[in-house]
Each structure stands twice: as C-alpha cells, then as structure tokens.
C-alpha cells in the first residue's frame, strides 16, 4: 500500500482530493492536513510514502514542507497539486525537491497515477509545463525575493530592514535593484510582476 498525506486548505478540494485517492486499492489515505504546520506535525506522526500538497496554504507552503522533508532526510516525497501553472512556481517546486507536479485541472485518474509513479521514485510534470519549465528563470536573487515577498505584506523599509537584520538603505538597494530587473515602476509593481511569474 501506499500511504498518502494529503494538504490542502480549502475543505471542499481537501474532501475531494482525499476521496479519489481512497478509492484506488493500493492507495491508503493516512491523514488530511487543512495547513501547512498542520502537514509538518502529521508527516512527523503517520510517516507517509507521499505527500500530496497545494503550494500555497497557511504556515507553510508546499514548497516549505517539500524542503523540510528533505532537510530532516525523511523518505516522504511529494507531489504537487495546485492551479499554478507558472514556469517560476516549477522551478522553485523543482530545486525544493518536489518528485511532482500536476495541475488541478487535470483529469481526476491522472493523480492516482502521478501518485504511483512518485512513490516509485519517478518525476512526473505536467506535459503542458514540461517544456516551459526551464524558459523563465527568475532574474531575482534570494535575498531580492525575501525583500519582495515583505515588502509585499505592506511593511515599510524599516520594518524589512528589522525583519531581515538589514539596514533600511540596504532594503532600499535591493527594492531599486529587483525593480530594475524586472522593469517596474515602483515595489508595487514588482511585486505584483514577480507574483505573476511564481518568482515570489
């Protein structure tokens, strides 16, 4: 049997999601997550073969708990299942160690078998993402996305700066300096540029 986790944080996709997995008979749905923290301390507890997740939840994301997994070494793999089909959010998917990557509108008996062949040791990518999927690397350095992402949330230069253990005009280099890579006005159209792409 292969046992399943799955994560997702809106109840009705959870419900669904959970039910077509346990009809198939090698497939063992062990728990249901509604967030991220939820996920991590149910992976810790039931030790699944796979993960399944959204990428974007509360507490963590997908891709935080894809990266979790692999720093604690667990044996767990994961698959993706979410609605953005962005070559960023792929990338990031991929160097985060995700074995897989779906869309939700895929047809339904497609993720039993996305779930098979992850639990194999196999990648599986969505075939409209697979050969977009190294055409858009991010211009934007770490430290630039972590500058973006809270500057995003509203927080003033000082606020960035605290958070970060950086100076204000150090914040402000990198808000200049990710806004000319990506030809934006202003951090607000940065951010909303770099969202788009899946690079935040």
């Known amino acids: 049997m292969i046992r399943v986790l799955v994560a997702e944080d809106q109840g009705m996709v959870l419900g669904a999601l ?5 009809l198939e008979r090698d497939i063992e749905v062990v728990d249901k997550a509604a967030d991220g923290l939820q996920a ?15 990428i974007e939840m509360p507490g963590l ?14 044996p767990c793999r994961v698959l993706i299942v979410t609605t953005f089909g962005r070559p ?15 869309l939700k509108d895929q047809p339904s008996e497609q993720l039993a078998g996305a779930v098979r062949k992850v639990a194999q040791g196999q990648r599986v990518i969505a075939p409209e993402l697979a050969e977009i999927s190294w055409s858009a690397p991010s211009p934007l350095s770490e430290r630039e996305r972590a500058v973006l992402r809270l500057a995003e949330e509203g927080r003033s230069n ?3 700066a605290d958070s970060l253990a950086l100076s204000p005009g150090t914040v402000r280099n990198y808000l200049h300096e990710a806004a000319q890579k990506l030809d934006a006005a202003n951090r607000v159209e940065a951010t909303r540029i770099a969202r788009a792409n899946g690079w935040l």
């Open 158 to 160: 000082k606020e960035i």
């Open 18 to 22: 959970a039910a077509l997995l346990a």
């Open 40 to 54: 991590w301390a149910m992976i810790l507890r039931t030790k699944p073969d796979v993960l399944v997740s959204d």
């Open 88 to 102: 960023g959010y792929l990338r990031r998917a991929l160097d985060a160690g995700v074995s897989g990557y779906i």
């Open 61 to 74: 994301t997908g891709l935080d708990l894809a990266q979790r997994i692999r720093e604690h070494g667990l």
